[in-house]
């Protein structure tokens, strides 16, 4: 099953830009960016963020402000917090020297068991598995059997992973669960592995969780080509510091310039757009157009922009 796997791995792997480096680094920022968020999604962020903080040493002297602003729209933005955290860490104590250990790994922000495990066997070679969603299905079906502790998961993971070519393994793996064995329509005809499968076809999809709906309405305000943004309180839980439009009252009757439906975490918004004269807004600032990618600007405000070409291109 290894050589079916790593073979198969070899020549049919997606060809993406971290894939193209063992830099610690750079899989470090792949990693955490690709946590739920698609791959396709990724690219761009990826390569923008490394032209922008192109080592741990550019990422710890940044402000807050300019990782959250390379960072908008991926969503998530306390994983982008820990990270630059996590770099002014590694800089402060292992003397700018990225740990290559799972164990050192795991004791920086933000860095749970799979990402040192996936780091530490990409990066270093460490014979370490890692176990995702995609890890987790592809082990289930294998096995022939529900996974639903994970200690026994990565045991499992564990026992299979091959301690030559640990990164390539786990990429293998991951890869497998991403391209061919998929959640509910598993691709068993052209899987390399298939002879090896406890379980061919089965769907193994775990329940979604409860999906609450919600109606918000934000003003849009113009003077020439500045937008009128808001900054969410430091307090917030979510999305806190970031730049949004202001939130305007439900029952507001004002001309609707748009709807979109957004999603986040386990809300899906049903969202209007409508106008705000400058003379209405408070508590904000007038941003140019120039000025607007400096900003760490939610991706729903950025949404809304860009489907009124206000977005900068």
Same mark, same amino acid.
């Given at each position: 099953?290894?050589?079916?796997?790593?073979?198969?791995?070899?020549?049919?792997?997606?060809?993406?830009?971290?894939?193209?480096?063992?830099?610690?680094?750079?899989?470090?920022?792949?990693?955490?960016?690709?946590?739920?968020?698609?791959?396709?999604?990724?690219?761009?962020?990826?390569?923008?963020?490394?032209?922008?903080?192109?080592?741990?040493?550019?990422?710890?002297?940044?402000?807050?402000?300019?990782?959250?602003?390379?960072?908008?729209?991926?969503?998530?933005?306390?994983?982008?917090?820990?990270?630059?955290?996590?770099?002014?860490?590694?800089?402060?104590?292992?003397?700018?020297?990225?740990?290559?250990?799972?164990?050192?790994?795991?004791?920086?922000?933000?860095?749970?068991?799979?990402?040192?495990?996936?780091?530490?066997?990409?990066?270093?070679?460490?014979?370490?598995?890692?176990?995702?969603?995609?890890?987790?299905?592809?082990?289930?079906?294998?096995?022939?059997?529900?996974?639903?502790?994970?200690?026994?998961?990565?045991?499992?993971?564990?026992?299979?992973?091959?301690? /030559?070519?640990?990164?390539?393994?786990?990429? +293998?793996?991951?890869? *497998?669960? &991403?391209?061919?064995?998929? $959640? #509910?329509?598993?691709?068993?005809?052209?899987?390399?592995?298939?002879?090896?499968?406890?379980?061919?076809?089965?769907?193994?999809?775990?329940?979604?969780?409860?999906?609450?709906?919600?109606?918000?309405?934000?003003?849009?305000?113009?003077?020439?080509?500045?937008?009128?943004?808001?900054?969410?309180?430091?307090?917030?839980?979510?999305?806190?510091?970031?730049?949004?439009?202001?939130?305007?009252?439900?029952?507001?009757?004002?001309?609707?310039?748009?709807?979109?439906?957004?999603?986040?975490?386990?809300?899906?918004?049903?969202?209007?757009?409508?106008?705000?004269?400058?003379?209405?807004?408070?508590?904000?600032?007038?941003?140019?157009?120039?000025?607007? /990618?400096?900003?760490?600007?939610?991706?729903? +405000?950025?949404?809304? *922009?860009? &489907?009124?070409?206000?977005? $900068? #291109?």
């Amino acid at each position: 099953m290894r050589k079916r796997l790593l073979r198969w791995f070899g020549q049919e792997q997606r060809e993406l830009p971290w894939r193209a480096t063992r830099d610690p680094y750079c899989v470090w920022v792949s990693e955490i960016m690709l946590q739920q968020t698609r791959v396709a999604a990724v690219i761009d962020y990826y390569n923008r963020f490394l032209q922008r903080f192109p080592d741990v040493h550019a990422l710890a002297a940044a402000t807050e402000a300019d990782v959250l602003a390379a960072w908008s729209g991926l969503g998530y933005y306390r994983r982008a917090r820990a990270m630059r955290t996590a770099a002014q860490k590694i800089i402060q104590e292992y003397g700018g020297r990225f740990p290559n250990t799972a164990a050192e790994l795991k004791t920086l922000p933000g860095i749970g068991r799979y990402t040192a495990a996936a780091i530490a066997s990409i990066a270093f070679g460490e014979a370490v598995a890692v176990v995702d969603g995609n890890v987790e299905r592809v082990l289930s079906r294998v096995l022939g059997k529900d996974l639903r502790d994970q200690s026994e998961a990565w045991g499992e993971a564990e026992k299979l992973l091959d301690p /030559r070519q640990a990164g390539d393994w786990n990429q +293998a793996m991951m890869e *497998l669960g &991403a391209t061919i064995c998929l $959640p #509910t329509q598993p691709k068993c005809l052209v899987c390399p592995v298939r002879e090896f499968c406890g379980d061919p076809g089965r769907a193994a999809k775990k329940p979604q969780g409860i999906r609450h709906k919600r109606q918000l309405v934000y003003g849009l305000a113009r003077r020439g080509r500045s937008i009128y943004l808001v900054q969410r309180p430091a307090h917030e839980a979510l999305m806190s510091g970031m730049w949004e439009l202001p939130l305007c009252d439900k029952n507001r009757e004002s001309e609707l310039l748009l709807t979109l439906k957004h999603s986040i975490t386990n809300s899906d918004y049903k969202v209007q757009i409508v106008t705000l004269k400058a003379s209405e807004v408070v508590g904000g600032k007038w941003v140019s157009e120039a000025k607007m /990618r400096t900003l760490p600007i939610t991706g729903l +405000a950025r949404k809304a *922009l860009r &489907a009124k070409n206000l977005w $900068p #291109t």
